[in-house]
Nanobody, 130 residues
Framework: QLQFVESGGGLVQPGGSLRLSCAPS????????VGWFRQAPGKEREGVSC????????NYADYAKGRFTVSRDDAKNTVYLQMNSLKPEDTAVYYC???????????????????????WGQGTQVTVSS
């Protein structure tokens, strides 16, 4: 079964940091765009970032710019979301997802939003509270 395995969530104080990990199970990230999403209680899911496999820069939502950073370790086939200067409003369940891009030039990132995710992680809870 193709899926993502997420880890790294938890409780952190305002101003703190967390690093989320997202590792695919059953496939490699080659030729996949990877996006991060979050959903806070009572709110709709929103995009956090999108990283194309084409080598383009990662696009971030405005609230994430300057605080969140996506990185990728190809040797470990893992994508990371480093979150710094966390705020209570960052409290949410965070999900990673992937969309197939293939070898062409098409990107599955529309700004910070991943288009038509094919695979999702199970989500990891991030709570920012004192």
């Amino acid at each position: 079964q193709l899926q993502f395995v997420e880890s790294g969530g938890g409780l952190v104080q305002p101003g703190g940091s967390l690093r989320l990990s997202c590792a695919p199970s059953g496939f490699t990230l080659d030729y996949y765009a990877v996006g991060w999403f979050r959903q806070a209680p009572g709110k709709e899911r929103e995009g956090v970032s999108c990283s194309s496999s084409k080598g383009y820069e990662t696009n971030y939502a405005d609230y994430a710019k300057g605080r969140f950073t996506v990185s990728r370790d190809d040797a470990k086939n893992t994508v990371y979301l480093q979150m710094n200067s966390l705020k209570p409003e960052d409290t949410a369940v965070y999900y990673c997802a992937a969309s197939w891009e293939g070898t062409g030039v098409r990107t599955m990132c529309a700004g910070d939003a991943l288009i038509s995710p094919h695979f999702w992680g199970q989500g990891t809870q991030v709570t920012v509270s004192s």
